[in-house]
């Protein structure tokens, strides 16, 4: 998908599957916390959300907070203990070097990965891996590129300098537990996938997996309570291909293959897209790479035929419909909401209908039944039921399995019901540390695969362009357009994207009160702004080979020289000359896809800016 392709696709080679985490909550146990990328106070910003367990767990075990990032986040805002910038996509480099020190230093848990990991060293290693192929001798220089992963080294890549490298992992391998996170903002790059595969590498040299007040190194994870939902039955195609390569699957869909494209379930795929049906998302244009690209591709309609959309809104997407069909909004229904990042502690809200839906809005269950309907499955569909049978019928199936859920007709009263974690805290595999033969992995090897033979498969199978790269091992790979590219010869700048506090996404970017709270802005460092002339508040031209965008800018010490970031999600506001006036960062970035998921590397750009 668009949030997560390169780390669920990264991460499931380490940990087989969708990588969990521990819950916030349980940094109360730990005594340092670093994050990287991982921004919660203006991602996950409500008050059950992941910053308010932070912030409670840290009152309570007085845990130190590092921040790894380009930018100063909200996050931060003076709760950290210390902020490290660094260059966009070279996290791996800055976890090699930590790696290279706390090995040297004996700060790795030698025994925690003899007994739960393959591929630290020679002794865990498959069979039929390469001489010398393992973790520690890429790390120490033993490997096949020979380059030893020293803090010099890695401070020339990312900006940090090398006695800053050296403090980092003492502090990483000493505290004991650590608790080691990511967000999505690292691995939606052009590296994405090696990148979040490094960054779990701390916690997993440290053994902090399994622990309280350790994680895993992937984001967060959360207590979640045995509620039903809708069930979606099993599409009889098996064959997919990656959320972002939809517009490459209308353009050229009979060339796609599993080997260059990543296609699953078939070699390649036999035929193009040529209807699409997007529900509740703005993805067709707005959230969607190189919007330039997917205009025009949109707008031939020898392409794809068909685009039906419904929504609340008139989105950038709704834009291009043949058919648009007003949805209900929250208010017009009747349904359950389910919280997905509460930490220690599950709950689900009653949201009851409000109003009667208003003109001809109709809601998504009413609407795709009269379509089973006419399509002679009407009864399979509904199994004779309306939207509110098919909630009182999943809710009695949720008292099953929660018996203190308070009767349906009750709970609609009562609007909420929470149940905090029975553990006291979400551990992310906590049954696999206490007995790995019995509670395997889902990885070929039932532990932790810092080295992965079917990434080594993949490797030597693929196609893959100049400057991707599908590693065994999580090692750093620069990508392309990022810090030292030739290209940056013509576009010198770093773009990277982040999500916005005024939006979720796209969601609210026409709210007005909101745009005028928190305006779209381009950060750009005073530097940088100094030797283009730019001063705070001025309007610029920010522009690539792909498009231009005019947006007034922040000129601002909260971001690292030779980087500016960009909120995503802005409605995209164009003129006759294609030139976007909203600040919609779309217009920038690529439609290449990252090497192993062919994920969205909406944060891989090299840009110029200058005053309008």
Same mark, same amino acid.
């Given at each position: 998908?668009?949030?997560?392709?390169?780390?669920?696709?990264?991460?499931?080679?380490?940990?087989?599957?969708?990588?969990?985490?521990?819950?916030?909550?349980?940094?109360?146990?730990?005594?340092?916390?670093?994050?990287?990328?991982?921004?919660?106070?203006?991602?996950?910003?409500?008050?059950?959300?992941?910053?308010?367990?932070?912030?409670?767990?840290?009152?309570?075990?007085?845990?130190?907070?590092?921040?790894?990032?380009?930018?100063?986040?909200?996050?931060?805002?003076?709760?950290?203990?210390?902020?490290?910038?660094?260059?966009?996509?070279?996290?791996?480099?800055?976890?090699?070097?930590?790696?290279?020190?706390?090995?040297?230093?004996?700060?790795?848990?030698?025994?925690?990965?003899?007994?739960?990991?393959?591929?630290?060293?020679?002794?865990?290693?498959?069979?039929?891996?390469?001489?010398?192929?393992?973790?520690?001798?890429?790390?120490?220089?033993?490997?096949?590129?020979?380059?030893?992963?020293?803090?010099?080294?890695?401070?020339?890549?990312?900006?940090?300098?090398?006695?800053?490298?050296?403090?980092?992992?003492?502090?990483?391998?000493?505290?004991?537990?650590?608790?080691?996170?990511?967000?999505?903002?690292?691995?939606?790059?052009?590296?994405?996938?090696?990148?979040?595969?490094?960054?779990?590498?701390?916690?997993?040299?440290?053994?902090?997996?399994?622990? =309280?007040?350790?994680?895993?190194?992937?984001?967060?994870?959360?207590?979640?309570?045995?509620?039903?939902?809708?069930?979606?039955?099993?599409?009889?195609?098996?064959?997919?291909?990656?959320?972002?390569?939809?517009?490459?699957?209308? #353009?050229?869909?009979?060339?796609?293959?599993?080997?260059?494209?990543?296609?699953?379930?078939?070699?390649?795929?036999?035929?193009?897209?040529?209807?699409?049906? *997007?529900? /509740?998302? =703005?993805?067709?244009?707005?959230?969607?790479?190189?919007?330039?690209?997917?205009?025009?591709?949109?707008?031939?309609? &020898?392409?794809?035929?068909?685009?039906?959309?419904?929504?609340?809104? #008139?989105?950038?997407?709704?834009?291009?419909?043949?058919?648009?069909?007003?949805?209900?909004?929250?208010?017009?229904?009747?349904?359950?909401?389910?919280?997905?990042?509460?930490?220690?502690?599950?709950?689900?809200?009653?949201?009851?209908?409000?109003?009667?839906?208003?003109?001809?809005?109709?809601?998504?269950?009413?609407?795709? &039944?009269?379509?089973?309907?006419?399509?002679?499955?009407?009864?399979?569909?509904?199994?004779?039921?309306?939207?509110?049978?098919?909630?009182?019928?999943?809710?009695?199936?949720?008292? /099953?399995?929660?018996?203190?859920?308070?009767?349906?007709?009750?709970?609609?009263?009562?609007?909420?019901?929470?149940?905090?974690?029975?553990?006291?805290?979400?551990?992310?595999?906590?049954?696999?540390?206490?007995?790995?033969?019995?509670?395997?992995?889902?990885?070929?090897?039932?532990?932790?695969?810092?080295?992965?033979?079917?990434?080594?498969?993949?490797?030597?199978?693929?196609?893959? *362009?100049?400057?991707?790269?599908?590693?065994?091992?999580?090692?750093? &790979?620069?990508?392309?357009?990022?810090?030292?590219?030739?290209?940056?010869?013509?576009?010198? #700048?770093?773009?990277?994207?982040?999500?916005?506090? &005024?939006?979720?996404?796209?969601?609210?970017?026409?709210?007005?009160?909101?745009?005028?709270?928190?305006?779209?802005?381009?950060?750009?460092?005073?530097?940088?702004? /100094?030797?283009?002339?730019?001063?705070?508040?001025?309007?610029?031209?920010?522009?690539?080979?792909?498009?231009?965008?005019?947006? =007034?800018?922040?000129?601002?010490?909260?971001? #690292?020289?030779?980087?500016?970031?960009?909120?995503?999600?802005?409605?995209?506001?164009?003129?006759?000359?294609?030139?976007?006036?909203?600040?919609?960062? =779309?217009?920038?970035?690529?439609?290449?896809?990252?090497?192993?998921?062919?994920? *969205?590397?909406?944060?891989?750009?090299?840009?110029?800016?200058?005053?309008?």
């Amino acid at each position: 998908d668009y949030s997560t392709a390169q780390i669920a696709a990264g991460l499931n080679y380490t940990y087989g599957g969708w990588a969990d985490g521990n819950s916030p909550s349980d940094i109360e146990n730990s005594k340092l916390v670093v994050l990287f990328g991982n921004n919660p106070g203006e991602t996950r910003m409500s008050g059950g959300g992941v910053t308010y367990y932070v912030e409670q767990a840290r009152e309570k075990s007085n845990a130190r907070m590092i921040i790894i990032d380009p930018r100063y986040t909200d996050t931060g805002a003076g709760r950290e203990d210390e902020w490290i910038p660094i260059r966009p996509g070279t996290d791996a480099a800055l976890v090699s070097a930590l790696a290279y020190v706390m090995i040297n230093e004996d700060l790795v848990d030698k025994p925690f990965l003899d007994k739960y990991c393959v591929g630290y060293d020679e002794t865990t290693m498959p069979a039929g891996a390469p001489a010398n192929g393992h973790y520690k001798a890429y790390i120490l220089g033993e490997g096949p590129d020979g380059v030893a992963k020293t803090p010099e080294w890695a401070a020339r890549i990312t900006g940090i300098p090398a006695a800053r490298i050296v403090k980092l992992a003492r502090e990483i391998g000493t505290a004991k537990p650590a608790y080691i996170t990511q967000g999505w903002g690292p691995q939606r790059r052009s590296n994405g996938e090696t990148a979040s595969r490094a960054i779990a590498m701390l916690s997993i040299l440290t053994g902090n997996v399994g622990i =309280n007040g350790g994680n895993t190194g992937a984001r967060e994870g959360s207590y979640a309570i045995p509620f039903v939902r809708m069930p979606t039955l099993t599409n009889p195609v098996q064959t997919s291909i990656s959320m972002f390569m939809w517009t490459d699957a209308i #353009l050229r869909g009979e060339e796609m293959t599993a080997t260059r494209d990543g296609v699953r379930g078939k070699d390649k795929l036999d035929v193009p897209i040529k209807m699409v049906w *997007n529900y /509740a998302g =703005n993805c067709l244009v707005n959230q969607h790479s190189e919007i330039n690209r997917t205009h025009d591709i949109l707008q031939d309609e &020898s392409k794809c035929e068909m685009i039906v959309v419904i929504d609340n809104h #008139l989105t950038s997407s709704a834009k291009y419909a043949d058919i648009l069909l007003p949805d209900c909004t929250a208010s017009e229904q009747m349904d359950f909401c389910m919280d997905a990042s509460a930490g220690n502690m599950g709950y689900v809200i009653f949201a009851d209908q409000a109003i009667a839906p208003r003109f001809e809005s109709r809601n998504i269950y009413d609407m795709t &039944s009269e379509i089973a309907k006419r399509m002679g499955v009407g009864e399979q569909f509904t199994e004779g039921r309306t939207q509110e049978e098919w909630l009182r019928h999943l809710y009695e199936q949720s008292r /099953a399995a929660l018996p203190e859920l308070p009767e349906f007709d009750e709970f609609r009263k009562q609007g909420i019901f929470k149940k905090r974690d029975p553990q006291g805290h979400h551990v992310a595999y906590r049954d696999f540390r206490e007995d790995p033969q019995a509670n395997p992995l889902t990885t070929p090897s039932g532990k932790i695969e810092i080295y992965s033979a079917q990434l080594a498969e993949l490797r030597d199978t693929w196609e893959l *362009n100049d400057g991707d790269e599908i590693h065994p091992l999580p090692v750093y &790979s620069a990508g392309f357009e990022h810090a030292g590219d030739p290209l940056q010869e013509k576009y010198p #700048l770093q773009m990277t994207g982040f999500h916005y506090k &005024s939006r979720t996404h796209s969601t609210y970017g026409n709210v007005d009160v909101l745009k005028a709270a928190c305006p779209q802005e381009l950060w750009i460092n005073p530097v940088d702004a /100094a030797k283009r002339g730019i001063a705070h508040g001025d309007n610029v031209k920010v522009f690539n080979d792909r498009g231009e965008v005019r947006v =007034n800018v922040k000129v601002t010490p909260r971001i #690292l020289p030779g980087v500016v970031g960009l909120g995503e999600g802005a409605w995209y506001s164009p003129d006759g000359d294609r030139i976007d006036h909203a600040g919609s960062i =779309n217009v920038l970035t690529t439609q290449r896809p990252s090497p192993l998921a062919k994920g *969205n590397p909406s944060h891989s750009n090299l840009v110029e800016v200058v005053k309008a």
